[in-house]
């Protein structure tokens, strides 16, 4: 299986992530600060395709072609099929600290505040 992209959280829309992602590059956002963000807001990255597999009675084997610097699996497209060391309060972290947590649209924003109080299912946990 390929998988180039990943769906969202339930309220999220394309344009709400894409504005994520446009915010986070101007900022200069590193590649793993993206990946951390864009983890939390979808329900494939960070683990999510692979729990979800297994617990359909599936087996996940992942192979990787990376161009991320440093090859880390869990930030290889953001990490589809392994554990994540992430977390949502990482994720809101990264947003205030690049000025962007009041830019980003509000349903992000209510959605890693639903995560970092625990009211979403959890990623694989490396």
Do not use: C, F
């Not at 769906?7 to 600060?33: F, K, M, P, Y």
């Not at 980003?104 to 979403?120: D, F, I, K, M, T």
Request: hydrophobic share 35%.
């Amino acid at each position: 299986m390929v998988q180039p992209g990943g769906g969202t959280h339930e309220g999220l829309s394309l344009e709400d992530i894409r504005e994520v992602n446009d915010l986070l590059l101007r900022s200069g956002a590193t590649i793993q600060e993206i990946n951390t963000v864009r983890k939390h807001l979808s329900i494939t990255k960070g683990g999510r395709l692979a729990r979800e597999v297994i617990r359909r009675g599936g087996r996940v084997i992942t192979l990787i072609a990376s161009d991320v610097p440093g090859d880390d699996p869990a930030t290889v497209a953001s990490g589809p099929t392994v554990p994540d060391p992430t977390t949502y309060k990482d994720a809101i972290t990264i947003l205030r600290n690049r000025g962007l947590w009041d830019r980003v649209p509000s349903a992000v924003r209510n959605v890693l505040e639903q995560g970092l109080n625990g009211l979403l299912r959890r990623r694989l946990r490396s």
